[in-house]
Nanobody, 122 residues
Framework: QVQLVESGGGLVQPGGSLRLSCAASGFTFGSYTMRWYRQAPGKERELVAALTSAGSSPNYADSVKGRFTISRDNTKNMVYLQMNSLKPEDTAVYYC???????????????WGQGTQVTVSP
């Protein structure tokens, strides 16, 4: 059964840090591109960061570039989002996303985690 289980969200003061984690199972994690999205109340879903299966080419939204770092550990089926210098505008529900094909598969798959709340407030 496919699972993306997120953790690490919470309440933090401006300028603080959080590390989000996403534990993956039930699919060929090492062949999937992993992404973090976020959605604030009344706003559209926004792509925050993405990392290919090899982990060699991270991409970031301009709003988080220089503050957030996406990483993955293919031996543990884990993806992370290190968030530093947090701002109130970073407040949102953060979602873990996986896109790719299982070994030998022909259908592009897309999976989502349940979301974790990040609130940045004094």
């Amino acid at each position: 059964q496919v699972q993306l289980v997120e953790s690490g969200g919470g309440l933090v003061q401006p300028g603080g840090s959080l590390r989000l984690s996403c534990a993956a199972s039930g699919f060929t994690f090492g062949s999937y591109t992993m992404r973090w999205y976020r959605q604030a109340p009344g706003k559209e879903r926004e792509l925050v960061a993405a990392l290919t299966s090899a982990g060699s080419s991270p991409n970031y939204a301009d709003s988080v570039k220089g503050r957030f770092t996406i990483s993955r550990d293919n031996t543990k089926n884990m993806v992370y989002l290190q968030m530093n210098s947090l701002k109130p505008e970073d407040t949102a529900v953060y979602y873990c996303n996986a896109e790719g094909r299982n070994y030998g598969g022909s259908i592009l798959r897309n999976y989502w985690g349940q979301g974790t709340q990040v609130t940045v407030s004094p």
